[in-house]
C-alpha cells in the first residue's frame, strides 16, 4: 500500500544533541510538510517542500532545518533540541495537482521525540 | 485572523447519540474546511472535507455544516461508536497554489461510552 513512513517512532534525545528525523513515502507527492504536536494541542506546520523548494514558516526556530534529497524522502534536523521541543512530530504529503477538495494531505504516524 | 477556534475541549457521548463539534474561523481567505481524526499513537486522517460554495456535506455517519456568514462550521457524528473515540481536529485552508497549508483548530477529544 502507498503510504507515509516515518522512522523512527520513538527516539529519545540529549539536550543540545543534534537529532535527526525520517520521512519517505510511496505516494510520489511533490509536497511534503513537516508539523510539531506538543502534548494535547493542535499539529503546528513547521515548513514544506514543493518539490526542491523549501517554504519555512515565519515563526519555525532556526533551530530546525529540513533536507529533501530526492520526492521519496524527506529529514528534520534539530541542531539542539531543548527540553521544550519535546513533541510528536508529524510528516504529511500531498499532490500539488490535485483540485483543493481533493487535495488531502496524507500523514504518517509521527515520531514522538523525547529530550532528556 | 490565522487562528480556527475549536470547542468543546473534550466530549463524551453514548453509544448511538449524535456528537457535535463546533469550529470558527475569521479569515475569510479560507476555502478548504477539512476535519481530521486522530487516534493515539497515529497520524491524523482526513475524515470528510467542505468548500464554503456549499452548506453541508454528508458521508456515511459523518456530516459537515457551514455557515459561511456566520464563519463557523461544525461536525456532526450521527450513531456515535465506541470505535469513534478519537481526537478530532478541524482545520481550514487558504489556497496557495500548489500546497495546501493547514490551520488547525486545538481539536476535541471524543469518547463514546458503549
Known amino acids: 500500500d502507498a503510504m507515509v513512513i516515518q522512522n523512527p517512532r520513538y527516539q529519545v534525545t540529549q539536550f543540545g544533541k543534534p537529532v535527526t528525523l525520517s520521512c519517505s513515502q510511496t505516494?510520489?507527492?511533490?509536497?511534503m510538510y513537516w508539523y510539531q504536536q506538543k502534548s494535547s494541542q493542535a499539529p503546528k506546520l513547521l515548513f514544506h517542500?514543493?518539490?526542491?523548494?523549501?517554504?519555512n514558516e515565519a515563526d519555525t526556530p532556526d533551530n530546525f532545518q529540513s533536507r529533501r534529497p530526492n520526492t521519496s524522502f524527506c529529514f528534520l534536523d534539530i541542531r539542539s533540541p531543548g527540553l521544550g521541543d519535546a513533541a510528536m512530530y508529524l510528516c504529511?504529503?500531498?499532490?500539488?495537482?490535485?483540485?483543493?477538495?481533493?487535495?488531502?494531505?496524507?500523514f504518517g504516524p509521527g515520531t514522538r521525540l523525547t529530550v532528556l | 485572523q490565522q487562528q480556527v477556534k475549536q470547542s468543546p475541549q473534550s466530549l463524551i457521548v453514548q453509544k448511538g447519540g449524535i456528537s457535535i463539534i463546533n469550529c470558527a474561523y475569521e479569515?475569510?481567505?479560507?476555502?478548504?474546511f477539512p476535519w481530521y481524526q486522530q487516534f493515539p499513537g497515529k497520524g491524523p486522517a482526513l475524515l470528510i472535507a467542505?468548500?464554503?460554495?456549499?452548506s453541508e456535506k454528508k458521508e456515511g455517519r459523518f456530516t459537515i455544516s457551514f455557515n459561511k456568514s456566520a464563519k463557523q462550521f461544525s461536525l456532526h457524528i450521527m450513531d456515535s461508536q465506541p470505535g469513534d473515540s478519537a481526537t478530532y481536529f478541524c482545520?481550514?485552508?487558504?489556497?496557495?497554489?500548489?500546497?495546501?497549508?493547514?490551520?488547525f483548530g486545538t481539536g476535541t477529544l471524543l469518547a463514546v461510552q458503549p
Open positions: 467542505i468548500r464554503p460554495d456549499v
Open positions: 479569515n475569510t481567505a479560507f476555502d478548504y
Open positions: 504529511a504529503t500531498s499532490r500539488a495537482q490535485d483540485r483543493i477538495i481533493t487535495r488531502k494531505q496524507f
Open positions: 505516494l510520489n507527492h511533490n509536497v
Open positions: 517542500y514543493y518539490d526542491k523548494d523549501f517554504n
Open positions: 482545520a481550514a485552508s487558504k489556497y496557495g497554489g500548489a500546497t495546501n497549508k493547514l490551520i
